[in-house]
């Protein structure tokens, strides 16, 4: 039986998130995050360039304010070369904290290990936010484990993101080392690819296939927190019955 709660930057967060990466700026669109908090999502997943900040923005207006701490809420910047450089990656935080109308950002990632910068310098900018209040907790994307552990020499790290799922498994080292080390290990593009088994499996159980790929997605480790991007509260809540499908060594095999 998997656990349908898990720890995140010192809270306690449902195992089933939410990807922003297509969200854009509209009154709907306000409401769709209103009604996928209201649904129990556990995580809500954005960036500073996701539809030019428009993400974020949305997500603030929703949650935001007032409302701010009813939902976990992660961010991220330094994606493209030269963006991990300290001034602009400290004006992308800023401009998180405007767009989500936070004083507190709960979980910000270094989007990027930048090929021009020393990653000392991006994560000392990171690290200078957490003392002051405006990051709670840190995380990295898209890194190896070397790139990890030299991260944890200064500051520590909660959750690393990276492109995995049934079909995209180039990260079980890094989902291995997560789970031993107790850092959240947080796959986005969770439902790309498929998977025969996993049909087959859907079909017997009268279950979605997508649900089925999550369901092994929070079965390859205790400390896997899955984000599918959707702009439906219908389909969000067909992947957070996900966490109610339990399956059998058997099935486990199969998808192996």
Not at 84 to 91: A, D, E, S, V
Not at 151 to 175: C, F, K, M, P
């Amino acid at each position: 039986m998997t656990t349908k709660t898990i720890d995140l930057g010192g809270r306690t967060v449902t195992r089933m998130g939410l990807g922003t990466n297509r969200l854009t700026h509209s009154p709907s669109n306000v409401t769709f995050i209103r009604s996928a908090v209201a649904a129990g999502i556990g995580v809500i997943d954005t960036a500073h360039l996701y539809t030019g900040g428009e993400s974020e923005r949305t997500i603030g207006e929703a949650i935001g304010g007032a409302s701010a701490g009813t939902a976990f809420v992660e961010t991220k910047g330094g994606y493209s070369p030269g963006e991990g450089r300290p001034q602009i990656l400290r004006g992308q935080i800023e401009q998180s904290l405007r767009s989500l109308r936070t004083a507190t950002i709960d979980l910000y990632y270094l989007h990027r290990v930048d090929p021009q910068t020393p990653l000392n310098d991006s994560l000392g900018v990171i690290r200078e936010a957490v003392d002051a209040g405006e990051i709670r907790a840190v995380g990295l994307s898209q890194v190896s484990i070397a790139q990890i552990e030299r991260a944890r020499t200064i500051v520590e790290i909660a959750a690393v993101q990276s492109h995995y799922n049934l079909s995209e498994r180039g990260w079980d080292d890094v989902v291995d080392y997560c789970t031993r080390e107790g850092i959240v290990f947080v796959p986005y593009f969770p439902l790309r690819g498929r998977h025969a088994a996993a049909e087959a499996i859907a079909a017997r159980r009268g279950a979605t296939t997508d649900q089925i790929a999550l369901t092994w997605l929070l079965h390859r480790s205790p400390l896997m927190l899955p984000i599918p991007g959707s702009l439906s509260i219908d389909h969000v809540r067909a992947n957070m019955a996900a966490l109610d499908i339990d399956l059998d060594d058997r099935e486990l095999a199969a998808l192996a």
